[in-house]
């Protein structure tokens, strides 16, 4: 279990330089919150096209900022909340096996 926290705090760490080197990285704003029935740890994955927040089912919204913290900027953070909290943000939903995917819909 140390050891996968470990790596797990590796890719954070890796995330964290990777946003920091990058000019655009407000522009980054498709997020994904993925859930799925078997994760552990949470794990925040960034590239140039999207952020993905992947937690469990056991997990909280401090889970989420423990992950996100120093890494994402306050408006991020606050589409990633209104993911997870706001039954009239207009969301889209994918099921793909035991992972469930949600982002903002599109207009």
């Avoid at 706001?86 to 992972?99: A, H, V």
């Amino acid at each position: 279990m140390r050891e996968r926290l470990l790596k797990a705090q590796a890719r954070v760490v890796d995330t964290a330089l990777l946003i920091r080197n990058t000019p655009d990285k407000e522009l980054i704003m498709r997020i994904e919150l993925i859930v799925s029935d078997d994760r552990v740890l949470p794990e925040l994955t960034v590239n140039s096209e999207v952020i993905q927040v992947k937690i469990g089912t056991n997990h909280d919204f401090d889970d989420i900022l423990d992950i996100c913290a120093g890494v994402l900027n306050n408006e991020q953070l606050t589409l990633i909340y209104r993911l997870w909290t706001d039954d009239d943000f207009p969301r889209t939903f994918k099921r793909n096996g035991n992972e469930l995917t949600i982002s903002a819909r599109d207009n």
